[in-house]
């Protein structure tokens, strides 16, 4: 452990040094990995200082409690023993997981878009209890939840709703949300009191910079048009709305939440580049069957991650075959238990695949 943490060290002096040089300030791509290099090591640093600092009163007392001579020295050193015994092995995990390669795509900011599948306007409403639990998830965490475009349902909810969200980690924390979600319930047109099951699917793609994906806009075909939906006379009137079309992939993006056909081209061409850059990232990942059982596309109900059982009052995510018995508080967004059991799975996963390492 200890010579892993010297190298560790080597390349944070190094990167240090690197990211205050010119030249590597005027390459911004080059800058920004650096920089997020530097902040992950600094973490780790921190871990390392704390772990060497209890290795060495360990050590200290061991040698103290050898020699025997002062009772009261002895004392402490026991009890300065039983602290470093007690931290040490949770600090060597915490140390081993980050020392494991990280996902480089943790870090980025996500577009989601979430679609109704089966089960008709009950789905639409249901991709809107999705919506706003996300949108609610992410306001608890301090992210900002920006909308890009939608397709309301007929009888409330969506047909299909894009928005993008910004903050710390967010696709490292949510990646696990992408694939089909189920919900049973008696839905608010059903007249016989039976419980229907509906179906939307959740997709979370990591959001491209521009160095990760060069769109070339002789490709791209631009569309405008009026706005449809709530959003006052200028909205309606105006061709504000941009639909961007990727004539090799045939890949389309649309967005008609601004006023201004400027920042929904933005918007457009945002979500345009992290549809093209999830496509190059699925290529990458066919290999990793866990990945991919994760990320799935289809409407489709045989291939749920999640359901959420009203009648029951339960949610089950049938990855980790965990079930929680508090749906009213989930689906209003308290979804971090679901997320952190995801995640303590796919770090255990993590650490048995590298222990031949340590």
Not at 223 to 246: K, M
Not at 270 to 283: A, D, F, T
Request: charged share 30%.
């Amino acid at each position: 452990m200890l010579e892993k943490l010297q190298i560790i060290q080597q390349r944070f002096d190094e990167v240090s040094d690197l990211i205050i040089q010119p030249d590597i300030i005027s390459d911004q791509k080059r800058y920004v990995q650096l920089n997020k290099e530097y902040k992950d090591l600094s973490k780790l640093m921190e871990k390392s200082k704390v772990y060497k600092e209890l290795l060495s009163n360990q050590e200290e007392a061991m040698e103290i409690i050898k020699d025997g001579s002062d009772d009261e020295m002895v004392e402490m050193a026991k009890m300065q023993l039983e602290d470093a015994k007690e931290q040490l092995p949770t600090l060597e995990e915490d140390i081993k997981f980050m020392l494991i390669p990280k996902d480089p795509e943790d870090a980025k900011n996500i577009v989601v878009e979430i679609r109704a599948g089966t089960g008709g306007d009950e789905a639409s409403i249901f991709a809107g209890d999705l919506y706003r639990m996300y949108t609610k998830y992410c306001s608890d965490r301090g992210w900002n939840a920006s909308l890009v475009d939608s397709s309301e349902g007929t009888a409330g909810g969506f047909k299909e709703i894009i928005f993008e969200v910004s903050g710390e980690e967010v696709y490292g924390t949510m990646k696990f949300e992408s694939g089909v979600h189920r919900v049973q319930r008696v839905p608010q047109t059903e007249t016989q009191g039976r419980v229907h099951t509906s179906a939307a699917t959740v997709m979370v793609l990591p959001e491209a910079e521009e160095f990760d994906v060069e769109v070339d806009m002789n490709d791209v075909r631009v569309d405008y048009f009026c706005s449809s939906g709530p959003g006052g006379q200028s909205v309606n009137t105006t061709y504000s709305a941009v639909r961007l079309t990727h004539e090799p992939t045939g890949i389309v993006a649309q967005c008609q939440d601004q006023k201004s056909q400027h920042k929904n081209k933005d918007k457009a061409l945002k979500v345009l580049r992290s549809r093209l850059y999830e496509l190059e990232l699925s290529k990458k990942l066919e290999a990793d069957a866990e990945k991919r059982n994760s990320l799935v596309s289809s409407g489709d109900r045989s291939a749920k991650i999640r359901t959420y059982n009203y009648p029951q009052g339960r949610v089950t995510d049938h990855r980790i075959g965990l079930t929680l018995y508090d749906l009213q508080n989930i689906i209003n967004g308290d979804i971090a238990k679901l997320i952190d059991e995801l995640q303590l799975y796919q770090n255990t996963e993590k650490l048995k695949e590298a222990g031949e390492v340590f």
